[in-house]
T-cell receptor
């Protein structure tokens, strides 16, 4: 149980375009989901907390207008990287917690060319 | 207050040996102390976690030791296997802080056959 599915696993986009990443909790409801970013050989950095039915909470230094988060249902949160640039290329990972255990998606490798 | 320090940065162990990774934290509000295992290109997977009311927890070859007064916890991998070669993260969190996890810097473990 407690599966978090993330889609797509890989995406390549042109600079200036937008990319949407989906995070779904498959067998539990998640009022809160978390979005992380991980650069090569580095740790996971929390970007924002996604709250079902309300605005996301962004960590300091994360541009909310660039990284749009929508948590429209209890099983789906989306992260849209708007006007992507090469420096946005990274590994994006979502997480949700069905109780006391935090489960992570398999991640999305974004490459902006 | 939320700084988490993990050591060592990298570790090489012979097959059958013991791998030990340490995590020091500052925030006394943390009440959840997990270790995650991450393989390249994948999201982190929960390995083992402990709550502050116990000092040690063992699951198979994996043991967490927790020292509340020193604000440290460690991961011990007994009988290390080549398949354990991965990056390990400590990621303490607080249930009073919307459940956010603060990741350590990571430890790259290589188990030599």
């Amino acid at each position: 149980g407690a599966v978090v599915s993330q889609h797509p696993s890989r995406v390549i986009c042109k600079s200036g375009t937008s990319v949407k990443i989906e995070c779904r909790s498959l067998d539990f409801q998640a009022t809160t989901m978390f979005w992380y970013r991980q650069f090569p050989k580095q740790s996971l950095m929390l970007m924002a907390t996604s709250n079902e039915g309300s605005k996301a909470t962004y960590e300091q230094g994360v541009e909310k207008d660039k990284f749009l988060i929508n948590h429209a249902s209890l099983t789906l949160s989306t992260l849209t990287v708007t006007s992507a640039h090469p420096e946005d290329s990274s590994f994006y990972i979502c997480s949700a917690s069905p109780g006391q255990k935090y489960t992570f998606g398999s991640g999305t490798r974004l490459t902006v060319v | 207050q939320q700084q988490v320090k993990q050591s060592p940065q990298s570790l090489i162990v012979q097959k059958g040996g013991i791998s030990i990774i340490n995590c020091a934290y500052e925030n006394t509000a943390f009440d959840y102390f997990p270790w995650y295992q991450q393989f390249p290109g994948k999201g982190p997977a929960l390995l083992i976690a402990i709550r502050p009311d116990v000092s040690e927890k063992k699951e198979g070859r994996f043991t967490i030791s927790f020292n509340k007064s020193a604000k440290q916890f460690s991961l011990h991998i007994m009988d290390s296997q080549p398949g354990d070669s991965a990056t390990y993260f400590c990621a303490p969190g607080s249930s009073s802080n919307t459940g956010k996890l603060i990741f350590g810097q990571g430890t790259t473990l290589q188990v030599k056959p």
